[in-house]
């Protein structure tokens, strides 16, 4: 693992010595391959695994009877300890830190009540009140819509989605493929009828989704997006903006991941660009500043800030 | 079996402690949660044999069985640093050692087909740089085996930006928080525009629309304060030189620290009632449980921040009912952004 959390010591020596209990006799296996199925270098599982085959008692009973020949692990015999080792293993707080996590992150791509079973199970093989890594987002995940995309893409069943594109809702018929999520947001990858396309669906647009009992036929050579590139916001959106923030508040805008950095001006001012596909998102986007944001181009939607500002301020003043 | 195959070498002595630790499990294991005394364990394992014996040359019987009785103590710890529970009970010359069963599997272990697939999914969908993929590979392994033999469809691609310096930070602040090692570090605060220094006991992380936080005790502000990983400069140091136990973690250390609503940075002292559209309303109710409430067609949230509060209602295309103060405000800023999109540039 480069650059990522390390497990606790002896925790790797206690994964393997339940590998090589599980491990059938006769069957070998390459370190390399090891090391990758256990998230570490081929060194530390040589090392582990040495510690492993360490163990013994008085009588030379052993967890396994295995080796290390030439790169790769072979189990010649079962030990005497083997039964106990072949039980699936407590979880050490990381561990349990880890799984909890990695069920959070994936928690719009399944089934709500899977997950929460899953959950429990690893709370229950830690054993004891683990801190978990605090997960959370913009938008909830929305069971109804996250269970409804779980039934459709398991049994090959058509969805029909409610969608906004631009100011209007769609009524959609999609048959679901994968779920890919980019920096905390939720897409489905679905191959839709109503554009006869493959498409992208942001999760939390979809407004609601029905589970019809028309069956669809899996398409393999549909094209995913599941890639960072693919999903980039900057690939994604069809047009770009030039957006300058005032020095009040340009330095924030470094670390917003949909704005690119054009050029920074000498009062402390810089212009960004967006990317977009609905005007109207874009709009909002610029006005949540209070004018300490301002559309340079395109004139387009310079225009549909100056009309919705000024719409607004009618619409204050009328009731005021 | 013995173990005399092509045996390479000599262990070093972390192996040596590993292999010692893994002996102690395997040998209580295997004796279904009877207790064995400290002359059993040594009598029948060499490398705790080796231990006595060597305090025995020193010193005597009584030193050897003492420092025995303390490498049981830290093995017994080490064990229960990776969850599995050694029981011992008695003191000195009476010691007794146990490992029943379910203290080195759960209770509850069976995983049906499709939490299994969920799970070894899980790990699927995040290849790319999580911080945590070693020990998820080791949960999963430990759970289910090892992954490789489950053949199974992806049902989700989760994908990152490739950001080096948080995942190594994250790792660190991760071993800071198991040992509860204070740390130092240099800080950007981006509302102050300046770079300091700052000392934290770090109690929890977080990961917030793809954003890593760490949250702890501030040393020199003596409050609770949540940090961006992103905004930390440089490398992330301890404080001391204590190998661990600086602080004591504080009671609520579990999920208690998710970055707040903007506008309710300081405790919320108004309360605004805001005229938006019935989907705003349900996604933002979504995106801020138990900030954001109904009233009748209106979203209703207590504030403090005035500003962040304006700008949140634009945001959303929303339009404020009361009160008037943040009426005035948002007719400022509609009056600021009509003048500066007033005339092409």
Redesign the interface.
């Known amino acids: 693992?480069?650059?990522?959390?390390?497990?606790?010591?002896?925790?790797?020596?206690?994964?393997l010595?339940?590998?090589v209990a599980?491990m059938p006799e006769g069957k070998d296996v390459s370190l390399s391959?090891?090391a990758f199925?256990?998230?570490?270098s081929a060194r530390d599982v040589e090392?582990?695994l040495?510690?492993?085959?360490?163990?013994?008692?008085?009588?030379?009973?052993?967890?396994?009877?295995v080796?290390?020949?030439n790169g790769r692990l072979v189990k010649?015999?079962?030990?005497?300890?083997e039964?106990?080792?072949r039980?699936?293993?407590?979880?050490?707080?990381?561990?349990?830190?880890?799984?909890l996590?990695?069920?959070d992150?994936?928690s719009?791509?399944?089934?709500p009540g899977?997950?929460e079973?899953?959950r429990k199970?690893?709370r229950?093989?830690?054993?004891e009140?683990?801190?978990?890594?605090?997960?959370?987002?913009?938008?909830?995940p929305?069971a109804a819509v996250s269970e409804a995309i779980d039934r459709a893409?398991n049994e090959n069943r058509v969805l029909e989605i409610r969608y906004?594109s631009g100011e209007e809702v769609n009524v959609r018929r999609i048959e679901p493929a994968?779920?890919?999520?980019?920096?905390?947001?939720w897409y489905l990858n679905a191959f839709c009828r109503y554009a006869d396309g493959a498409r992208l669906f942001r999760l939390?647009r979809i407004?609601s989704a029905k589970l019809l009992e028309e069956r669809f036929e899996h398409r393999p050579d549909m094209e995913?997006k599941?890639?960072?590139e693919d999903?980039d916001p900057r690939r994604y959106a069809a047009k770009r903006a030039v957006i300058r923030f005032s020095p009040a508040i340009a330095?924030?805008m470094e670390?917003r991941?949909e704005l690119d950095l054009r050029e920074e001006h000498p009062d402390g001012s810089a212009d960004y660009i967006l990317h977009y596909t609905d005007e109207?998102w874009a709009a909002?986007?610029?006005?949540?500043?209070?004018?300490?944001a301002?559309?340079?181009e395109p004139?387009e939607l310079?225009g549909e800030?100056?009309r919705?500002?000024?719409e607004?301020?009618s619409?204050?003043r009328g009731r005021a | 079996?013995?173990?005399a195959?092509?045996?390479?070498?000599i262990?070093?002595r972390?192996?040596?402690a590993?292999?010692r630790?893994?002996?102690l499990?395997?040998?209580l294991?295997?004796d279904g949660g009877n207790f064995r005394d400290e002359a059993s364990i040594r009598?029948?394992?060499?490398?705790y044999g080796s231990v006595y014996e060597a305090s025995l040359e020193k010193g005597g019987g009584e030193l050897a069985s003492d420092a025995l009785r303390k490498q049981l103590a830290r093995d017994v710890d080490?064990?229960a640093?990776?969850?599995?529970?050694v029981v011992a009970e008695g003191a000195s010359e009476g010691r007794r050692y146990s490992l029943p069963?379910e203290?080195?599997?759960?209770?509850?272990?069976e995983?049906?087909v499709?939490?299994r697939s969920?799970?070894a999914?899980?790990?699927r969908?995040?290849r790319?740089?999580?911080?945590?993929?070693?020990?998820?590979?080791?949960?999963?392994?430990?759970?289910?085996?090892?992954?490789?033999t489950e053949a199974d469809e992806?049902?989700?691609?989760?994908?990152?930006?490739?950001d080096?310096n948080v995942?190594?930070r994250?790792?660190v602040l991760?071993?800071a928080?198991?040992r509860r090692k204070r740390v130092r570090f240099d800080y950007f605060s981006?509302s102050r525009?300046e770079t300091s220094t700052r000392e934290v006991e770090p109690?929890?992380?977080?990961?917030?629309?793809?954003?890593w936080y760490v949250s702890g005790w501030d040393t020199n502000r003596e409050a609770v304060r949540q940090f961006?990983m992103?905004r930390v400069r440089g490398l992330i140091k301890n404080a001391t030189r204590k190998e661990r136990g600086d602080f004591e973690?504080p009671e609520d250390?579990?999920?208690?620290?998710?970055?707040r609503a903007p506008w309710q940075l300081e405790e919320p002292e108004k309360t605004a009632h805001i005229k938006v559209s019935e989907?705003t309303l349900d996604?933002a109710m979504?995106?801020y449980?138990g900030v954001v409430e109904k009233d009748g067609d209106d979203l209703v949230t207590g504030y403090s921040g005035e500003?962040q509060l304006?700008?949140?209602t634009?945001?959303?295309?929303g339009?404020v009912v009361s009160p008037d103060s943040l009426?005035g405000?948002?007719?400022?800023?509609?009056?600021?952004?009509?003048?500066?999109?007033?005339d092409?540039?």
């Open positions: 693992m480069t650059g990522g959390v390390s497990p606790e010591p002896l925790a790797l020596e206690v994964a010595a339940h590998y599980s391959d090891l199925e256990f998230g570490c090392g582990a040495e510690s492993v085959i360490e163990v013994e008692d008085r009588d030379l009973t052993t967890i396994s009877g080796t290390i020949e010649h015999l079962s030990g005497g300890y039964k106990g080792f039980r699936p293993v407590r979880l050490s707080p990381v561990q349990g830190r880890a799984a996590l990695a069920l992150l994936v719009r791509a399944a089934d899977i997950l079973s899953l199970k690893v229950d093989a830690v054993g009140e683990v801190p978990e890594v605090a997960y959370g987002g913009r938008g909830e929305d893409r906004p994968l779920m890919s999520n980019i920096e905390g947001v939390d407004l995913m599941t890639r960072f999903i330095r924030w670390e991941p109207s909002k986007r610029v006005m949540q500043y209070l004018g300490e301002a559309v340079i004139e310079r800030v100056r919705r500002a000024a607004m301020l619409a204050y | 079996m013995h173990n195959y092509g045996r390479g070498g262990l070093n972390n192996q040596t590993a292999a630790q893994l002996s499990a395997a040998y294991l295997y009598r029948n394992l060499p490398l080490a064990l640093g990776v969850g599995i529970r069963a203290g080195f599997s759960p209770a509850e272990v995983l049906s499709e939490e969920v799970f999914g899980a790990l969908a995040l790319r740089d999580f911080p945590y993929a070693g020990p998820l590979r080791l949960a999963i392994a430990n759970m289910i085996g090892a992954v490789s992806a049902f989700a691609a989760i994908a990152t930006r490739h080096e995942a190594r994250v790792a991760e071993r928080i198991s981006i525009d109690h929890s992380l977080s990961l917030v629309d793809g954003v961006r992103s973690p250390s579990s999920r208690h620290s998710e970055p989907e996604a979504h995106a449980p500003r304006a700008g949140w634009l945001s959303l295309g339009e009426k405000r948002v007719i400022e800023g509609l009056e600021k952004i009509a003048e500066a999109h007033r092409t540039v």
